[in-house]
């Protein structure tokens, strides 16, 4: 073998090992990023879940008589906010989960002041309906911060995969983006107050 036939034989399986490498690379974050974004109809079916219940939430308050109707309006105008910003899973950018986060944290914040308020209520409490409904917005609550938690394990795994070498490159080649995070609320970092 001469010395020109060995660097081509060296040159050839460079590019071989390259091209296997990128394909496992690719593969590799075609499969991750199809799990963020099953994570993620994961996360928007639990806060569907949550809209479906309010309505039902409302009509059960309403028959109660003098309810504070500037509350009801209030659920129902951060429901109608709620449910109109959609994010598509192929563009989970920062700023599309925080504008998505942004507006469910106003419905959520809606329902806590319904909750308090229904508190001076007792007839309201008292009713089967009101309380089922309210046991099983709960329960979606709780829904929603497992499959947020598990949406972000997701992305992490998703996001260190594309950021480390050699996967970069080729990430950057076949337009492989990071993915936002659900982050704790603003408000999350300061105590209650307590006050006797």
Avoid: H
């Amino acid at each position: 073998m001469n010395k020109s036939t060995i660097i081509l034989l060296a040159v050839a399986a460079a590019l071989l090992l390259l091209v296997f490498n990128g394909c496992g690379s690719y593969n590799n974050m075609v499969n991750k990023q199809e799990s963020v974004s099953s994570a993620w109809g994961q996360v928007e079916n639990v806060y569907q879940r949550r809209l479906d219940l309010i309505p039902n939430l409302v009509n059960t308050v309403k028959g109660v008589a003098n309810f504070e109707q500037k509350t009801l309006t209030d659920v129902i105008q951060a429901r109608a906010s709620a449910s109109q910003i959609k994010v598509d899973a192929s563009n989970l950018s920062p700023e599309q989960i925080q504008k998505f986060q942004a507006s469910q944290s106003g419905l959520s914040q809606a329902l806590g002041r319904l909750m308090v308020v229904s508190e001076q209520y007792p007839q309201l409490k008292a009713t089967q309906n009101f309380l089922d409904l309210q046991s099983q917005l709960e329960g979606t609550e709780n829904r929603i911060a497992v499959e947020r938690q598990k949406f972000n394990d997701i992305v992490k795994d998703y996001n260190s995969y594309v950021r480390q070498f050699p996967q970069v490159m080729y990430a950057g080649m076949f337009g492989f983006q990071t993915k936002g995070y659900f982050e704790a609320e603003a408000t999350a970092s300061k105590p209650p107050e307590v006050k006797f």
